[in-house]
Every structure is written in C-alpha cells, then in structure tokens.
C-alpha cells in the first residue's frame, strides 16, 4: 500500500473531500480507514502527514495539534476496540483466551465511539482555544512536506480494494462458513503441527490468509508503481516483519523469566487483589506493563504470558466470558503505552518535525482518555453480570 501510492491515495481524499473546515476530523478518518483496512500504524503516519500538514496549513490550524489528531486516528479505537482489526494489539489476546478479532463487538463499538468523541472534544477545543489567542498554523516549522498536490497517486476507488479485500475476507475466515476451523482435519492439526485447539489459531491463520489476498490485489492493481520499487521494498518489509518477530518474541521470553522470579508473587498478588473484577484487574495489570515497556504488544503479550491463564479461569468462575477478557486487555495495551519513551510516539514527532514540549500534552490528554474508557467499561459490564 505504501509502494504503490495507494495509502497516500486514500489518505488524500479523504482529507480533500471534508476540505478544511473539517480539517481535525478528515485527518482522524484517514488514519483510521487506513489502520482498520490493516496498513501499519508507522505507515499510515507517513502516508497521511503530507496532506494532514497541507490541510492545517490551509485551515491555519496550529501544527502542534496534528501529532495528537494523527494518534486519535491511528493510535487508538481502531487499533484495539473495533471488532475485527488486524492490528496486531488484537490478535495476541486470541492466542491466550480461544477468541476472534471480533471478540465482544458491542463492547468495542461503544469503547470506539467514546474515545472518538471525546478526542474530537478535546482536538476541537484546543483548536478553538488556539483561534480565540489569534494562533495559527505558525512559521519556521521543519519537516514540512513538500506540496502533496503534485504527485501522481493511483485511483482511490481502485486504492480501497485492498483494505476491503482484508476486512472482508478476515471476517469470512473467521466467523462464516469458510471459517480456517473448518479448512483441517482435528487429528492431522494434533499430529503434524501440534495444535490441540484450532480456535487458538484461527484469527492468526484468518488473518493471515486476508492479508496475503490484500497483497496480492494491491500489487495486481499497482503493478506498474510496484514493480520498480519491488527489491527495495520487500528488503525493508523483511526488516520490519523480524523487528516485530523479535520484539514480541523477546517480550514473551522476558514474561516466561519474569513469572519465575520470587519477587513477582508480590506484584502478581497486589494486581490481583487491586480489584475483585477481573476484568478491571487485567486492564490495571495491562495498563503498567504498557506503559512500563512503552510498547501496547510488549505490555499486552507479558500480561498475558504471565497472568492470562488465571483470569481466565477467574473470569469463567464468574460469569465473564473470554470475549470480554479479550476486548478489555485489547483496549488497555492502547492505554497508557503512549508514554513519552513510546516508539510510535517518537517517530510521529519525528516524522512532523515537532517535539514533546510541543505537542505531547495532546497525545497525553488521548492517553488518559483512552485509559479511563477501558475502566469505565469494564466497571459498567460488571453491573450487568
């Protein structure tokens, strides 16, 4: 999607069709379309930040605001609360509670729509408070784009295929009655690969399959732009898939060391009692590690490595499904991982040319809200149990 121009394509339009006047809310929209149809999040910064840029320029917003827009869009309810995400805060919960992406829809939808507006409320009232004190979109900023106006980007009808192709074959290979689970025969998965359970493997291999097909048409549709930049692009899509590898590998092999230690009943026991409801109980325990590691998928992958097994047995105990116990860990690893020491975070700042001192009350002020709506959902589900 990025090689081919098909990001920036989608990225594009969307912002040029709400124009300026809903300039905070087209950039919220580009991103999330982009991260939902399954684009990277460090993708889709690049993609949209030519034409968020140009958009607030134009509005004469300031541009110390686009950093926290982008993350509202890219960093949060589409990355972990909407059913069915490829994002991969939303797979890991599969491999240790027997779930799909589409694990507790109702809960993420409403999760998706709070923190959508209040981080319009919050984005749109610093806007305003930037006009009343005559600010705009300011001067001498570095990493300005070049005019994103001028470059030859596919068809966008053409350039959704793809992200369509993802959410609709990841549903099917999940939930239908093509569904993975039906693809092997029990014994063979039990003999050949090991695999007692298929569902703890479905959403991985669904997703997996409606990537591939993604791929696929993004280069059958973009074979022209693709093939000239094919070698380089499979080298740096090499690089970044063993990054990820390694990082949630290591980050797993750390919570198998850390769980034996004789210190970590201690804390274990403390995250445990912080609160009778498990699932308020896993959010804390997801929250601290997020944030500790800096990283949603480090702090999700060692909570769960450690301590998944026992609120699930918990939960079960009373009345709380798996489902729900994936969507709470799955929204709290989007919680407090934007720290300042967070890698995304960096490279947005980065990539805008701004700094913490700048921008990062905003993304804070999405952090906290982000947090807070993973608490109040999982003390409202437990008033219905």
């Not at 445990?272 to 590690?289: C, D």
């Not at 998928?297 to 729900?324: C, D, F, K, N, R």
């Not at 709506?373 to 008033?383: G, P």
Request: net charge neutral; with cysteine.
């Amino acid at each position: 999607m990025e090689m081919s121009g098909a990001a920036a394509s989608i990225a594009k339009t969307i912002v040029k069709s709400l124009g300026s006047k809903q300039a905070i809310l087209a950039v919220v929209l580009a991103c999330s379309a982009l991260t939902y149809g399954g684009v990277s999040l460090f993708v889709v910064a690049f993609a949209v930040y030519p034409f968020a840029a140009a958009i607030f320029k134009e509005a004469d917003i300031p541009k110390r605001l686009l950093p926290g827009t982008i993350a509202l869009g890219a960093f949060t309810y589409t990355m972990d609360a909407l059913p069915g995400t490829p994002q991969i805060q939303n797979i890991i919960p599969t491999n240790y509670f027997g779930t799909d992406t589409y694990a507790a829809p109702i809960m993420g939808i409403i999760g998706a729509i709070m923190v959508f507006t209040g981080g319009m409320i919050w984005l749109e009232r610093r806007r305003k408070q930037a006009v009343a004190n005559g600010e705009g979109y300011g001067e001498g900023h570095i990493n300005e784009p070049e005019s994103a106006e001028q470059q030859n980007l596919p068809n966008f009808w053409l350039s959704i295929v793809p992200l369509i192709l993802v959410v609709a074959f990841n549903f099917a290979f999940s939930r239908s009655g093509i569904s993975v689970k039906h693809w092997y025969d029990a014994s063979m998965l039990k003999e050949t690969f090991n695999i007692a359970d298929v569902s703890t493997v479905t959403s991985s291999w669904s997703l997996i399959a409606a990537l591939t097909i993604g791929i696929i048409a993004a280069m059958l549709l973009n074979v022209g732009r693709i093939k000239v930049k094919l070698a380089s692009g499979l080298t740096a899509a090499a690089m970044g898939s063993l990054l990820a590898i390694f990082n949630t590998a290591s980050e797993v092999g750390f919570g198998n060391v850390v769980k034996t230690l004789p210190g970590f009943s201690v804390i274990q026991n403390w995250v445990f009692n912080a609160s009778g409801n498990p699932l308020v109980s896993e959010a804390i325990a997801v929250n601290v590690l997020a944030g500790i590691t800096g990283s949603a998928s480090g702090g999700l992958s060692i909570a769960l490595e450690v301590m998944g097994s026992h609120y699930l047995q918990v939960a079960q105990s009373v009345g709380i499904t798996p489902e729900m116990l994936h969507r709470i860990a799955s929204m709290a690893s989007g919680g407090m991982d934007t720290l300042p020491h967070n890698g995304a975070v960096i490279t947005l700042l980065a990539i805008t040319g701004l700094t913490h001192r700048q921008s990062y009350k905003d993304i804070f002020a999405i952090t906290i809200l982000k947090t807070v709506t993973v608490f109040i959902i999982a003390f409202a589900t437990s008033l219905f149990i």
